[in-house]
């Protein structure tokens, strides 16, 4: 069976570092798709990052960047120069078909 | 543009009544997915259609939920006989297509159910 894992229930980071969010999957399927969205306490779902399992290089979107490594069944999500209002909880997902199967997500709280 | 929206926002309900949540997608997306979020659970896959092919409804959780889509566009999920674990946050989302490489879901703002 598919599934996402998030062994991060809460972090902290100073503003202006960066912060590396874990994201371990597990799937037997060759060909998936893994995301990274963002839900600031307003509750909206806001896509930022895609990797795709037969992508050859590592997904970078601005401030952030997906570190993939496939043989570790990793995709985790960092976040450079981090800014106070990238507090929010963070959701990793993989694609099943057409449907996301989230992890737990990670709860960023960045402190000026 | 517009996004995807939902109605209502919030909505309030005694156990045992049935309820509809409405979404709206965005104009010209095939695909429309629903997913519910609660506190115990996470973000769950509910239900999701892809044009006029049958709906996934491996993600419902029992036979009192049930979902249309009329006309390729909006979307009602209907929640009969409402228990207290059916409160949470439904989340509706839409997508060009479900194939390809590549499908980001565009969310919209949720409807919070409250079952009392």
């Known amino acids: 069976a598919q599934k996402i894992t998030q062994t991060q229930p809460g972090m902290f980071v100073q503003e202006k570092e960066a912060v590396t969010l874990d994201c371990t999957y597990d799937?037997?399927?060759?060909?998936?798709?893994l995301f990274w969205y963002k839900q600031p306490s307003s509750g909206e779902m806001i896509f930022l990052i895609y990797q795709g399992s037969y992508d050859q290089q590592n997904a970078t979107e601005g401030r952030y960047s997906l570190n993939f490594q496939k043989a570790r069944k990793s995709a985790n999500l960092v976040i450079s120069a981090s800014q106070l209002g990238d507090s929010a909880m963070y959701f990793c997902?993989?694609?099943?078909?057409?449907?996301?199967?989230f992890g737990q997500g990670t709860e960023l709280s960045v402190k000026p | 543009g517009a996004g995807v929206s939902q109605s209502p926002s919030n909505k309030v309900t005694e156990k045992g009544k049935d309820v509809e949540l409405r979404c709206d997608p965005i104009?010209?997306?095939?695909?429309l997915y629903w997913y519910r979020q609660s506190l115990g659970q996470g973000l769950e896959f509910l239900i999701y259609?892809?044009?006029?092919?049958?709906?996934?409804k491996s993600g419902l959780p029992s036979d009192r939920f049930s979902a249309e889509r009329t006309g390729g566009s909006v979307s009602t999920l209907t929640i009969q006989r409402t228990q207290q674990e059916d409160s949470a946050v439904y989340l509706c989302?839409?997508?060009?297509?479900?194939?390809?490489?590549?499908?980001?879901?565009?969310f919209g703002p949720g409807t919070r159910l409250t079952v009392l």
């Open positions: 989302a839409s997508s060009l297509a479900i194939g390809g490489s590549y499908n980001e879901q565009f």
């Open positions: 259609f892809q044009g006029n092919s049958a709906p996934d």
């Open positions: 799937t037997s399927d060759p060909s998936y798709g």
């Open positions: 997902a993989m694609r099943k078909g057409g449907k996301l199967i």
């Open positions: 104009s010209g997306h095939t695909a």
